[in-house]
């Protein structure tokens, strides 16, 4: 039977079930758009407070890095200190002679007798002097 040959109160009925069908597929529809939204909610805090764990750790694991390689540098230091010292001990360092003449040879011979004394915090080990005749 077609739309057209049916009493209007059919017709009534009809339309009536159409729009019956119509809303509760329409309340459907909005209940599952509502499940899938919060559910897309609820997705995107737990990545969020996961990736808020991840940067946590990140910022750990970077602040213990840098606690470390501080101490490192620190032994570095010293040991770079240490081995200036070191070196120091073995050139004299920033110590330097400083010469006096005496008055006369304490041993009789002929000549300028001069004395050295190291001014510096460490002592020179080899030292040579060279006394040129510039006349």
Do not use: C, W
């Amino acid at each position: 039977m077609a739309f057209r040959d049916m009493h209007s109160t059919h017709k009534l009925l009809a339309t009536l079930a159409i729009f019956a069908l119509m809303g509760i597929e329409l309340h459907d529809i909005t209940k599952d758009r509502e499940a899938s939204d919060k559910q897309q909610s609820d997705d995107r805090k737990k990545a969020n407070e996961s990736f808020t764990a991840i940067a946590d750790g990140i910022k750990v694991a970077i602040t213990n890095s840098q606690v470390q390689f501080l101490a490192t540098m620190k032994r570095s230091g010293i040991a770079v200190g240490l081995a200036r010292e070191e070196i120091a001990i073995a050139t004299g360092g920033d110590s330097y002679p400083v010469f006096y003449p005496l008055p006369k040879s304490l041993d009789g011979t002929t000549g300028l007798p001069l004395v050295a004394i190291v001014r510096g915090k460490h002592d020179l080990r080899v030292a040579t002097i060279t006394v040129m005749d510039l006349s």
